[in-house]
Nanobody, 115 residues
């Protein structure tokens, strides 16, 4: 089993910044991909940013230029730097890991952007 623990969420004003972290533990082998997803009330979960082997990253159009995903494989950690936050970024952000055909999720961390 793999455990994922996110941290760094909170309340921030529009235009502000937050940094999310996700630490993986357990039976980790070769990670195919890690990513950040979010789900706002009444909406489907969506991919925010993903990182696959080889350093390839992808972003949702709505966050391009504002969010940056990064990984530290030695620390088994995934990060999301979020800048210029908007009220529409408000959601529960969850960390995802895929390996060996299995998928694992963290419990999520709440991000609220409001004045």
């Amino acid at each position: 089993q793999v455990q994922l623990v996110e941290s760094g969420g909170g309340l921030v004003q529009p235009g502000g910044s937050l940094n999310l972290s996700c630490v993986a533990s357990g039976s980790i082998f070769i990670i195919n991909s890690m990513g950040w997803y979010r789900q706002a009330p009444g909406k489907q979960r969506e991919l925010v940013a993903g990182s696959v082997s080889g350093g390839i990253t992808k972003y949702a159009d709505s966050v391009k230029g504002r969010f940056t995903i990064s990984r530290d494989n030695t620390k088994r950690s995934l990060y999301l730097e979020m800048n210029s936050l908007k009220p529409e970024d408000t959601a529960v952000y969850s960390c995802n890991l895929r390996q060996r055909g299995s998928e694992f999720w963290g419990q999520g961390t709440q991000v609220t952007v409001s004045s």
